[in-house]
C-alpha cells in the first residue's frame, strides 16, 4: 500500500510571530496538495513530549512540536505511514529542553494515526490551527505491507522555522529538503544558518529567533546531505524525511528528526560523520564543489548564510546535528559500511536539535541510534538513573569492542556536553536514540536543545524528526523494520520561510510544499513570495545526480545502485510508474501490515515507489535550481544564475511547471539587460508563451526591455514596482541607466536641472516623497554620485541646487568600478601577480 | 513493384549504380557524381526498389569494389532507409558515406569533385533535418542537424584552403549558416564569417554569385541581430542588387529584412514595394513613421508580434518609436508655425502631453520630457529643453534633422 500522504505543514503565523518579533511568519497557508490531510495538534505552550509512534498497519505520527518558549507549537506530523507492527510504536517522550534562552525547546508529538486501509488512509487531513502561513510539509509515507515502515510525516514548522518537512521516502524526501532550503534563505539575522548543514532529506525547518535558529541555507547543506543519502537510496521509494527509520524494504527511510531544540551557534556541535557521507557534506559545506549539483548546493547555502549572522558556527552545528540514519539494507551500498545493525536506533535524535529535521537513514549500527530524541530531552530528571540505562543500551547494542569503545567515547562527550549545557538532567535519556555508530556524534547542541548524537542528522529541523518509531531500544526491532519494505512516501512539505527579512524586502514565506505527488503539482507549490529574499530561501535539495534532465537515466541507475544493495526487485518499476502514479496514490493503504518482513509484495507498489522517487527528484531538483537561481540572482552573480537558468529551461520544458514564469521573466531580463545580443533577447521572448504574457512579472519584465534603451522614467517608475527578484537584477542595470540618464539631461536640458527633480526621476528619492527628511538623504546620496561622475552641481537664486548642464555634459564620466581588472577577477591582476612573483 | 522485382535485376541495377559511381570518380566526372549521390532525390526509386529486393547490398557492393566499400556501402543503406522513410538511419549511414568521401575528397588535387562535395552538403543538411523531425516525433533527441553541422565544419576546412578548392568553401559555409540559424547557434557563424572574410588571397569577389548572395543575406541578418544596421543594410542591399530578380521568394526574404533595416535608418519604402512583395505586415508600421502615430506602430508591433520575434525585426521596429515622436513633435510645430509663428520655436510640453493623449497614449508628464530629452540626446531634435517653463526649445535651424542613412 502505498499510502502517500502528503502532509501539509502548517506554520502558525501567529505562533512565529510570537518567536520572533521581527520575523513575520509567512503565510501561506495552502494545503498541500498531499492527499492525506493531517490533523495538526497544535500544541500549547506546554510541552509535549509524547513521541508515539504508534505502529499501525500504517503509522501515523503526529509530531507536535511546542517549543516551550514561544509556545510556538509545531505542526505535527502526521505519518500516514503504515505501520503496521504493534511492536513498533516508540514513544518518545521529549521533555522540554532548557534551553538556553534563545533555545526553544521543541516537543514532538507524534499522534499515531492508524491508517485506515484503502484511501481513507491516504487522506489526511492535518488540520493546522494556526498556522497558516507555513509550508508543511506534507509527508506521505507509503506503508508497504510491512509494517514496520515509520513515515514521519508531519513537520511542524514555526514561523521562523522553515519546516522542511522532508518527506524521506527517498525522493521525497528531497523534495522536502528542497522547499526547506528555498525557505532558508530568507534568513534573518536572527537566523543562524546552518547553510552548511548536510541536507537532511527531509527538509529543515529553520527557526530564527529564539534559539532555535535554523538556517535556511541548511537547506541547500540539506540538499547535499540528501544526495549522499540519498545514493543508497536510489532505489525508490521515497522516504521521507522525518525519520524513519523503519524501512522496510531496505529503502533507507530518512527520518526527519525536527530538532525542536534551537541550535544555538555558540554550541558547537560535532557531528562527526564517520562515513564517507560526512566526509561528502563537510566537503559540500565547506569547500564548494565545484560538480555541478553540489557545486550549486553549496553556493546556496553560502549565499544564504551571507544573511546570517554567523553562518561559519552555526553550519557546522548544523552539520552535526544532521543525523543520517541509514537503512541497514541501503548500507552495503554506502561506501561507509555502516554496520546493519541500528534498527532501532533508527530515529532518534533529532529532536533536540531545533530547526533540524533530521534524516536519519536507518543505520546499521544499532548503536547508532540518534540521540535526536535529546531534543526531546527536555527534562527527565533523573540523571543517574536514566542516563546510566541509557549508556547500558547503548552499550548493549555494541556487536564488538571496538563499537563499544566508540560508543563509550561517544557517550562521554555527550555526558560531558550535557553537563555543560546544564542538560544533564533535563535531559530525557531514556529517550534518547542509541547512538549510531558510525556517525556518532555529539551533536552538539545548541545551548538550548540536547545534543544530537545521531550520526547523520542532516538536516535540523525544528521540529525534530519524528523519531523513529520503533523503540531504538529494541534492537530486535530493527530487524522487523528492515525486513519491511517501506515505502516511505513522501508528502509534501511545504515550508514556510518565516520571513525575517534581513533585508527589506518584505519577506516571503516561502511556501514549499508541493507534493511531488503528481507531477503537475510539484512546483507550483512554491508560492512565491513577495520577498525576494525569502525566495531564496527556498531549499533545495539535491538529488544525487545533479541534473535534473536525465531524469530516467539517473533514476534508473540508482535504482539499479539501490537495488542491488537491495534485494527487492525494482526493476519494471520505473516504466510504468509515471503512468499510473496518481492512481497508485489512490490506492495503496491496504497493504497488509506485516510486523516482520515486508517486501514490496507487488510490482505496483515498487512501481509507485519509484515513479514517486523519480517524481521527488525531479521535482526536487528543479526546486533546488530554482533556489540556487534566486540566491544567484540576489548576489548579483549573473554566471551563475544562467546555469541556474539553462538547467530549469530543461526542466520546464520537460512539463514541470514550478516557477516557470518567474524565471522566464527573469531570463528576459537578464538577457535584455546584461546581454549585448539582441538575439537572445528575441528567442527568450519568441519563446514566451501566450500565457506567460499575462504573468505579472513577465510583463513587467517585458516593459523594461522595451525602456531599456532609454526612457530612464519610466525604468525607474518599473524598478520601484519591480516584482520579486526582478529588482535585483535591475539593480545591476541601475548605474548604466543612471549614468545614461544624466548624460542625457545634461546635453538636452538648458540651463540647469534642479538636483531634487533628478533625483526623483532617476529613483534616488521616492517619486511620492514629499517629506523633507526622507528626501533628504536621497538627495545626499544623488549629490555623492553626481560628484562621483563628474556633474557640476551650482545653486540658483532660491538657494535650491542645480546641475549645470552645459558644464556638466563634457565633464561626466563613469569612475572606474574599485578593484576592476579587465579579466574581471581583481585576484588575478597581472599587478598583484607581478608583486607576488617578485 | 518491389515485391515483383527479380533478383536478377535488382542485383543488376545495384551493379550498374556502383559501376556508375566508380566510373564516375575514375573519369572525374563531378556532375554524374554529384547527381548519384543525391539520396533524397526522386529520381532513385528505380535504385531504391532494387535494395529493397535484393538486402544483400552491401556484401555485393562490399565485393565487388572493395577499395570503395566505405563510401558505397553506407550510401546504398542510406538510399535505402531514405526510401523506407528511415531518416535517422539514413543520416547516419549517409554520414558515414560522405565522411568516406570527404576522407577521399582531400587527396584529389584538384576540384573535379566539387559539385558532388556540394551534393553531398546539401544532402546531408536535408537528411538531417528530416531525421530531426522524425527524431522529435518519437520523442527523442534531435540531434544530427548538429552532427552535420559538424560534419560541414570538416568539409569546410577541407575547403578553406589555399588552392583550387577554396571557391566551393562559400556554398558550404551557406549550408552552415542555415543550419545554424535553424538551430539558433548563430554564434558559430562567426569563425566561418572569419575565415572567409579575413582570407588575402581569396577575393570574395570571386566566389558563385548565388553563394555571395546567399551569403550577404545571412550576414546581413546577423547584422540586424546585432543592431549593426549600416552594415546590414550594406550586406542587404547587395544581396538585393545580386539576387536573381526572377526569384521573387529569395527578393521578398531579403527585403524582409531589408525593410526594417531601412526604417531605422530613416529610409521609408513605397507603398507598391510591399504590396508587390506581399510584407503588408510594414505597412502600418510605415504609415505610423509618416503620421507620427505612435498608437498605430504599438498595434502594428502587438498584431504582428509573433512574426517579428519570429523574424528577428521586432525590436528593430520597436526602436523606431523615437522617429514617431520625432514626427509627432515635427507635426506639432509645423501646426504651431502656421498658428503662432512667433513662438513656433517653443513647444510646450503639455501640448506634447495632449497629443499623446488624444492617441490614448498614457504617459505622464515627466515621461514625455524623458522622451522630449531622448530625442534631444539622440540628435533627433535639435534644441534644448527648459526644465523650469516645461518647454522644449527648438533650433531655428533645422530642428528636425533627417537620419540619412544614420541610424539612431
Known sequence: MDSINQNALYYDPQRDISVSGATQSVTNCEPHVVQSANSYVPCSTSVQHDYNAAQYPNY????????????????????????????????????????????????????????????????HAQSYQSYTPDSNVAQSSSSLPASSVHYQHQYNQWPYYYDQSAQTSGGLAVAGSTASV??????????????????PPGTTSWRSGSGNTVAPPAQAADIQGYQNQYGPKAQVAPVLQNQYVNNIAGIPTLHNQYASSAFQHSSANCNQLPLSNQADQQKALHLHV?????????????????????????????????????????????????????????????????????????????????????????????????????????????????????????????????????????????????????????????????????????????????????????????EKVTNNVEVPKESAKSNICSSLEPTKRTSNSWDLRKFVQSRQVPFSQCSQSTTKKQRTGGGASLTENGNASSDSSKEQDLMKYYSS???????????????????????????????????????????????????????????????????????????????????????????????????????????????????DLLSSMASLPKEAKKDATVKHALEVSAVSSGNYVLFFKLYKVAPNLTSCLMDLYVERMRFEAIKCMSKSYRPTVPIRYAAQVLGFVGIDEVCETNGADGLEEFKKWLKAHGAVLSVDNNGEVQIDTKVSSTSLYMPEPENAVSHGDASLAVDDFLARVS | MAAYLSMGEAHRRI??????????????????????????????TLLSDALAAFPDFPRLAGDRFPHLADLLVPLLRAIHSHSLQRFADAYSSFEKAANAFLQEFRNWETPWAMEAMHTVALEIRLLAEKADRELAMTGKNPDKLQAAGSFLMKVFGALAVKGPKRIGALYVTCQLFKIYFRLGTVNLCRSVIRS????????????????????????????????????????????????????????????????????????????????RYNLLEYADVMTSLKRGDLRLLRQALDRHEDQFLKSGVYLVLEKLELQVYQRLVKKIHIIQRQKEPAKAHQIK??????????????????????????????????????????????????????????PV
Not at chain 1, 529542553?97 to 485506515?116: C, D, E, I, R, V
Not at chain 2, 579575413?198 to 548565388?210: G, H, L, Q, S
Open chain 1, 290 to 478: 565545484s560538480s555541478s549539483n553540489v557545486s550549486s548546493v553549496n553556493r546556496v547555502s553560502e549565499n544564504s548564510q551571507a544573511p546570517c549572522q554567523d553562518s561559519g558556527t552555526s553550519n557546522v552545528h548544523m552539520v552535526n546535528k544532521v543525523q543520517i540514519p541509514i537503512n541497514p539494507r541501503i548500507a552495503p551500498s554506502l561506501p561507509i559500511g555502516m554496520p546493519k545493525m541500528d534498527e532501532s536506533n533508527l530515529e532518534a535524535n533529532s529532536s533536540l536539535k531545533p530547526a533540524y529535521v533530521c534524516v536519519s537513514m536507518p543505520k546499521n549500527d544499532v548503536k547508532a541510534a540518534q540521540e535526536g530524541s535529546e531534543a526531546v530531552m527536555q527534562v527527565t530528571g533523573s540523571f543517574p538513573v536514566s542516563l546510566r540505562t541509557y549508556v547500558e543500551r547503548n552499550l548493549a547494542h555494541c556487536k564488538d569492542d571496538a563499537q563499544r569503545t566508540a560508543s563509550r567515547r561517544i557517550l562521554k562527550e555527550i555526558i560531558t556536553k550535557a553537563t555543560a549545557d546544564g542538560t544533564l538532567h533535563t535531559k530525557n535519556w531514556d529517550i534518547e536514540p542509541l547512538l549510531n555508530l558510525p556517525e556518532i556524534t555529539a551533536g552538539a547542541n545548541m545551548t538550548s536543545t540536547g545534543t544530537d548524537l545521531s550520526p547523520f542528522s542532516f538536516s535540523s529541523s525544528r521540529s525534530r524528526p519524528s523519531r523513529r518509531t520503533k523503540s531504538r531500544w529494541e534492537p530486535v526491532a530493527e
Open chain 1, 60 to 123: 501515523y505520527y503526529n509530531y507536535l512540536q511546542a517549543q516551550n518558549d514561544s509556545s510556538v507549537q509545531q505542526g505535527v506530523g502526521q505519518h500516514p505511514g503504515s505501520y503496521v507492527g504493534p511492536t513498533s510504536n516508540i514513544y518518545y517522550n521529549s521533555s522540554t529542553h532548557q534551553t538556553a534562552p534563545g533555545s526553544t525547546s521543541n516537543y514532538y508529538y507524534h499522534q499515531n494515526n492508524a491508517w485506515g486501509d484503502g484511501s481513507s488512509v491516504n487522506n
Open chain 1, 565 to 679: 544493495s537491495i534485494t527487492l526487485a525494482n526493476s519494471p518499476e520505473e516504466k510504468k510508474r509515471r503512468e499510473h502514479r496518481s492512481k497508485r496514490f489512490e490506492r495503496s493503504q491496504d497493504v497488509p501490515s506485516k510486523s516482520g518482513s515486508s517486501l514490496p509484495d507487488n510490482d505496483a507498489t515498487a512501481n509507485i515507489y519509484t515513479g514517486l522517487w523519480c517524481l521527488i527528484m525531479r521535482c526536487l531538483l528543479s526546486r533546488v535550481y530554482e533556489t540556487h537561481a534566486r540566491l544567484a540572482i540576489q548576489s548579483g552573480d549573473l554566471p551563475e544564475y544562467s546555469q541556474c537558468q539553462s538547467q530549469l529551461k530543461r526542466f520546464y520544458a520537460g512539463g514541470l511547471r514550478g516557477c516557470n514564469l518567474e524565471f522566464s521573466a527573469y531570463n528576459l531580463l537578464c538577457v535584455m539587460l546584461h546581454s549585448n545580443s539582441k538575439r
Open chain 2, 196 to 275: 572567409i572574410e579575413t582570407a588575402r588571397n581569396f577575393d570574395f569577389e570571386d566566389f558563385p554569385v548565388k553563394d555571395k548572395v546567399t551569403y550577404m543575406y545571412y550576414t546581413g541578418r546577423l547584422e540586424v541581430f546585432n543592431e549593426n544596421f549600416l552594415v546590414a543594410d550594406q550586406k542587404l542591399t547587395y544581396a538585393l542588387m545580386h539576387c536573381n530578380p526572377q526569384s521573387e521568394s529569395n527578393l521578398r526574404r531579403i527585403l524582409k529584412f531589408l525593410i526594417p533595416v531601412k526604417l531605422s535608418i530613416g529610409v521609408l519604402p513605397k507603398r507598391t514595394l510591399l504590396e
Open chain 2, 349 to 406: 510640453l503639455g501640448v506634447v502631453v495632449k497629443a499623446l493623449k488624444w492617441l490614448e497614449i498614457d504617459m505622464d508628464v515627466d515621461e514625455v520630457e524623458c522622451i522630449m530629452a531622448c530625442l534631444i540626446y539622440k540628435n533627433l531634435i535639435k534644441g534644448y529643453f527648459a526644465h523650469k517653463s516645461k518647454v522644449l526649445v527648438l533650433s531655428k535651424q533645422d530642428p528636425f534633422p533627417k537620419l540619412n542613412g544614420k
Open chain 2, 15 to 44: 551493379g550498374d549504380y556502383l559501376s556508375r559511381v566508380v566510373d564516375a570518380i575514375s573519369s572525374s566526372d563531378g556532375a554524374a557524381l554529384a547527381s548519384l549521390f543525391a539520396v533524397s532525390a526522386p529520381g532513385s
Open chain 1, 182 to 199: 528555498a525557505k532558508a534563505a530568507t534568513i534573518g539575522p536572527d537566523y543562524v544558518h546552518p547553510s552548511n548543514q548536510p541536507p
